[in-house]
């Protein structure tokens, strides 16, 4: 899903445990995303990983970003996981 939407929260990042990264460590933390057009408009809780996690959103800044669903099963039990894929600022 790629469009605009208004950042609502950011958690601080922190370092987690990755296969995939040099030194063993990425960054991640969670941002919250509202889809434009009012207060009831859907919301998401994103994940960022990598650089992305260091940047700093703040509350009612305008975003377009990609964010990418993913459902997996773990024990029997489904989850629905959403990546940001890339956010840009709408600021010049």
Known sequence: MKTF???????????????KAEG???N???IVLQEFG??????YVC????NGALCKWYPNDMV????R???RDYNGQ????????????TKK
């Open 5 to 19: 939407f208004k950042v609502i929260h950011q958690s601080e990042p922190q370092q987690v445990p990755s296969q």
């Open 78 to 89: 489904w989850y629905q996981d959403i990546t940001v894929a890339e956010i840009v600022s």
């Open 47 to 50: 994940t960022l990983f990598g």
């Open 64 to 67: 377009y970003a990609n964010l």
């Open 38 to 43: 009012g207060k009831y408009e859907n919301m």
């Open 69 to 71: 669903f993913q459902a």
């Open 24 to 26: 063993g460590l990425m």
């Open 28 to 30: 991640k933390c969670t």
